[in-house]
């Protein structure tokens, strides 16, 4: 017994375990793509059959004519919060790096700790006094509000996965501007932010992703208004109708797309990001 | 153009030759083993070998010049985090009824009131609850998910990069989902208990303090699995294999290479990835709105959902900031651990 397992564990065995544990994990996904292509929009049909006799696009219908214009409001919060947070953490991140190198490692030290620790603040410490802020300056219910607050999950761990990633850059192609007479501006510009593209791509995939899942600032600084992203939309859309949740549900997916478009084709990103974010500090 | 260039000399030969064979050769050094060394630019404690006025000048031209790109991002911090925070606690000692509104100043009276209030009482205890249930089988699941995908079999890769998927929804997402499935009547959950019989009526999920807090909880768990797994996944790998092999052929059993290489190995990583469970978790917000709303008659509030309750339903702004603030102090209080835990690693880094 012992050796038929060792000798069947690798070919057959391993592959079917990790199947079922990865379709243990995914069965709430798996019933939410069944639920929202499900015919009937009643919802004790939900749980008759694991597979539908068809699908039907009705609830997607639904969920874009109730959400597109959510849908756009969150893109435009997202885009917004990626320019805005990697606009500034990029120089920042070239900025620290290179600092690190000319006897300032106390002063790189101090920035990676404060921007360790922005990550730790909680956001409902911060959206109180965000909201009376905004009230003051009629920044409320607005997109630019948004931005601005959605920006605070983003634009630190921006600068930590840029300077990690601009750490991997070897110093000589700067020495090399250095050495014919480029400005650090200039250094900047041409040399290390074309080489830092698959850094910058990891951080803007993150600060989007955060920027479209951010619920706390959606739903507090929007309190009373017309603006309402994506999060915002689908909490209203479930309280306020509670027949057809096959029509939630579509709205769901419609707010998972991008975490599947990123999954297909930035993985590396998000892996390479977590890792920087995460441990590297 | 001056050639001596402070550049080279701030920057040893012998270290940048080290530095360029790394970059050349691809060689990645686990983060947790980096040397300050390593990375070969630490002047400090070197006499410049040709200093003079002239390089003094160049080498603080180039720092204020790379602080200047720095700039926009300390305004940032400075406006959308340190002010908030500053404004945040004037606000937990004023006496504030609606949200927008100033009032008097009363010290730390709300920070009184909200320490003897039941229900605050009650919210810190669902935060701990909430707080260690999840940590703990966030971390074990992930872990056993980690070691299972560490042995390399066919479809492992794909399947591990399929098993992060929950974490990349928007939470909000996957309240609703586990909303839409814990329903009361109807709901898939208690169907398929039904179906099974395994309970003979429907359970109404969220009319108990207990039950919807382990709703709570267990979607929680769903969503942080994944990020435990990877990161775990990914100290795994880090673990020379020659040192588990070593062991077996030293008559080692499983268990005792968890025990004895494994486990301690992982220690950096696994203490990482707590705390940064701790601080996800602790600021759970959006997953306790869409599932129980802080219900039943506030069974299931978590500090951050109170603090939201208290300053825009309640017109308690004060109070509201307080628990606020309670809750800023408890992460800064991790935050100071989660520094220390890596401060090997900004050192290296910086």
Known sequence: ?281 | MNRKLPREELTPPERRATWSVRAKVGVNEAPTLARPADYGHDTSGRPARRAGLWHWVRLHQRQAALLAFVVPALTYVILFFAYPLIYGFTMSVERIGFIAQSGPFIGFHNYSVEINDPVTREALLNTAIFLVASLFFQFTIGLGIASYFSRRFFLSGFLRSLIIIPWLFPPIASGTIFAIMFAGQGGIIDETLQSLHLISSPIFWFDSSFKAMFVITFVNIWIGIPFNAVLLYSGLQDIPNELREASSLDGAGAWQRFRYITAPLLRPVSLIVIMLGIIYTVKTFDLVIVLTNGGPDNGSQLMSTWAYTLAFQNFQTGQGAAVANMLFVFCMIVAFFYIRATRRDVAAAA
């Open chain 1, 1 to 281: 017994m012992v050796r038929f397992w060792q000798r069947h564990a690798r070919r057959f065995v391993l592959p079917i375990g990790g199947l079922v544990i990865t379709g243990l994990m995914l069965l709430p996904i798996y019933f939410t793509i069944e639920s929202s292509l499900a015919p009937s929009s009643s919802f004790q049909a939900l749980s008759q059959s694991l597979v539908p006799s068809h699908f039907v696009l009705s609830n997607y219908r639904m969920a874009f004519d109730q959400e597109s214009g959510s849908i756009i409001t969150s893109l435009l919060i997202a885009l917004g919060a990626v320019v805005l947070s990697v606009g500034i953490a990029l120089p920042a991140a070239y900025g620290l790096t290179k600092l690190g190198y000319l006897k300032s490692r106390a002063v790189v030290s101090v920035a990676i700790i404060v921007l360790l620790v922005t990550q730790m603040v909680p956001g409902i410490s911060l959206t109180l006094a965000f909201y009376k802020l905004f009230f003051h300056l009629h920044l409320l219910n607005s997109i630019p509000g948004l931005i601005l607050a959605d920006s605070t999950n983003g634009m630190p761990f921006a600068t930590l996965v840029l300077r990690a990633y601009m750490g991997s850059i070897p110093d000589q192609l700067t020495d090399a501007a250095y050495v014919d007479g480029a400005s650090e501006w200039r250094t900047f510009r041409s040399v290390i932010a074309p080489l830092a593209v698959p850094g910058i791509v990891t951080a803007g995939l993150f600060v989007f992703l955060f920027a479209w899942g951010d619920f706390l600032y959606a739903y507090t600084l929007t309190a009373g208004g017309n603006v309402t992203p994506l999060t915002k939309g689908i909490l209203s859309f479930f309280t306020n109708n509670t027949v057809n949740w096959g029509g939630v549900l579509a709205t769901v997916v419609l707010a998972a797309i991008p975490s599947g478009l990123i999954l297909s084709f930035g993985q590396r990103y998000v892996m390479g990001g977590l890792r920087a974010g995460a441990l590297k500090g």
